[in-house]
């Protein structure tokens, strides 16, 4: 006879596990990991989009192209191009050193010429000027990111902001409005526009040596850079083009060029600044002023000097201001202008009325100024001129 089974009895489903719960210490670990990993794929994004962007937007510094935006007529062409090589940065040129220079040389060639242009040690006229730029040229090239970021090309707004305050310092620049890097049109080139006024030579001043050109504002100018010749052309409309040299080498073949003619100033006492900087003293103020005055006047190529050793009064009844004009090797004619009114209501000869005696007294005498009297004096209401 057959066992009857027991009939199985169905185990009820265990119920599920309750999760485990992380730690404080396991929580702070996490989230610190996932903080880590996000930075770093946003710093990797970032540099992605800032090589990005520097691709669209990177010059190399030696193959930026200046354009001086308002060049005025009698800036000659060497000039505006040696004005644009200067606002455009050379590091290594300016150090002296190659591009492959290490640390060690790059030291070595800045303290030499920190040495040679110290101004304690170095009293030529643009050393302060030159040791400024090495200073830039070694906080650069110094430093291996700077260095790496000026190998690779800056980018524009940084170029055209180191253009910038290079042209500040660069003592043919007057004043600068601003500087516009504009984008490259050919991947290579970047150009950048420069809207700035200039100082133009107005006359030289006599050194014990030698001559200082100097601007209407008295600021001194480097002598190697000033035009010294005009050529005069005429287009087909008629009218004349003029166009001035630095030297004799730079003027085109068959035409005649003429020389510059520069008044000079004698008897100044401050001493000569520094290139770029302005010449302090009242009596090249006036100097100056006198020069501006009569620039204009046909009779300008005339007048040789004007004489200043008398402008603090030492000779009472001598002028204060006074001019030479001569014509070729004639005689030296002595103009006694005096001095400015120094106020409103002065009762002195206005500079006005002196300078209608002499246009007067050049119209009777058929256009020559210099060479005709001893000595002309218009210090008075009237002309009076010696009588030989």
């Not at 540099?47 to 005025?72: N, S, W, Y």
């Not at 052309?233 to 008629?238: T, V």
């Not at 002309?376 to 009076?384: F, K, P, S, T």
């Amino acid at each position: 006879m057959k066992r009857k089974e027991k009939p199985k009895i169905a185990k009820p489903p265990r119920p599920p596990r309750p999760p485990r719960q992380m730690s404080v210490t396991g929580r702070v670990v996490f989230y610190a990991v996932c903080g880590v990993v996000s930075a770093a794929a946003m710093a990797a994004g970032m540099r992605l989009l800032e090589e990005h962007v520097q691709r669209q937007d990177v010059v190399r510094t030696q193959e930026g192209q200046i354009a001086l935006a308002d060049k005025p007529q009698w800036m000659p062409r060497l000039l505006a191009d040696q004005i644009s090589s200067q606002l455009l940065p050379d590091y290594y040129s300016e150090l002296s050193v190659p591009r492959g220079a290490t640390r060690e040389q790059i030291e070595a060639a800045y303290q030499k010429l920190a040495r040679l242009l110290d101004p304690k040690v170095n009293k030529s006229s643009d050393a302060a000027r030159k040791l400024i730029e090495v200073d830039e040229a070694y906080a650069v090239l110094s430093n291996n990111a700077r260095r790496r970021k000026y190998d690779m090309g800056w980018a524009n707004s940084e170029l055209a902001d180191i253009i910038y305050h290079r042209a500040k310092r660069n003592p043919w620049v007057r004043t600068i409005s601003h500087v516009v890097a504009r984008p490259p049109t050919d991947a290579k080139t970047c150009q950048i526009e420069v809207v700035a006024t200039y100082h133009q030579p107005k006359a030289r001043v006599q050194m014990e040596r030698d001559y200082a050109f100097v601007s209407a504002d008295g600021t001194r100018l480097p002598p190697q850079q000033v035009p010294r010749y005009v050529v005069s052309r005429p287009m087909p409309n008629g009218k004349m083009q003029v166009e001035s040299y630095i030297g004799l080498s730079d003027v085109p073949p068959h035409v005649e060029p003429k020389p510059i003619h520069y008044i000079t100033i004698y008897g100044c006492k401050m001493p000569a600044p520094a290139i770029g900087q302005k010449w302090l003293g009242q009596d090249l103020a006036d100097g100056l002023r006198l020069v501006e005055l009569v620039e204009n006047r046909p009779y300008a190529p005339q007048i040789t000097v004007v004489d200043l050793r008398n402008h603090g009064g030492s000779s009472p009844s001598g002028p204060r201001l006074r001019m030479w004009a001569q014509v070729g090797r004639g005689k030296a004619t002595d103009i006694r202008f005096g001095q400015f009114p120094r106020y409103e209501g002065d009762y002195l000869v206005p500079p006005e009325r002196k300078l209608a005696q002499l246009d007067q007294f050049v119209r009777i005498h058929g256009g020559q100024l210099g060479s005709t009297k001893d000595w002309l004096d218009v210090r008075y209401d009237r002309l009076h001129a010696s009588p030989n």
